[in-house]
């Protein structure tokens, strides 16, 4: 795919945009995401949409989705749990 296709990724927690990356292509490296879930969230969306000049070899992926509780503001402890979506 080379740099052909380009994405950009979104994070909307209950509609509100909460993260966007940069336009990415498939010859950059992938990106890791941290986003703070407030505790009243109820709705989690991840987008992967085209960058604007439409969707022709565009290709993403969500790898590796992991949500993390954590309390009191500490570190996880252990392995975060997989939700899927």
Known sequence: MGNSGSVVFQVDLDGVLYYQSATLTG????ESVSVDIPVDATTITLKANDAGNGNGYDHASWGMRNYCKTNLNRACSGKPFNIAT
């Open 27 to 30: 010859s950059d490296n992938a």
